[in-house]
Nanobody, 120 residues
Framework: HVQLVESGGGPVEAGGSVRLSCVARGYNVAAWCMGWFRQVPGKGREEVVRIDNDGKKRYADFVEGRFTFSQDNAKNTVYLQMNSLKTEDTAVYYC???????????????WGQGTQVTVS
């Protein structure tokens, strides 16, 4: 079965950096499409970055070049490096994945439990 476990969140000062990790189990991240999303109270879950079925990375406009998605296939882990953090980046960050063979974003995602990032 698919399992995603995020870590690395916590308090961080405005202007600082944090690196989130997501360890995937039950599948190979090299063969599936990964993404990061975030959610704050009163708002819907919003996309930070995702790998589409075409293999391209797509970052949200609010990233403004500050965040970088990467993955280590040997460790079956993906990362979100976030720099120049703003208070409005405060959210629960979720790792997600789809199978490009049978799944589509916003329809068939698997989700992690989330990790809280608080910028102040």
């Amino acid at each position: 079965h698919v399992q995603l476990v995020e870590s690395g969140g916590g308090p961080v000062e405005a202007g600082g950096s944090v690196r989130l990790s997501c360890v995937a189990r039950g599948y190979n991240v090299a063969a599936w499409c990964m993404g990061w999303f975030r959610q704050v109270p009163g708002k819907g879950r919003e996309e930070v970055v995702r790998i589409d079925n075409d293999g391209k990375k797509r970052y949200a406009d609010f990233v403004e070049g500050r965040f970088t998605f990467s993955q280590d296939n040997a460790k079956n882990t993906v990362y979100l490096q976030m720099n120049s953090l703003k208070t409005e980046d405060t959210a629960v960050y979720y790792c997600a994945t789809i199978s490009p063979y049978v799944g589509s974003w916003y329809e068939d995602e698997y989700w992690g439990q989330g990790t809280q990032v608080t910028v102040s």
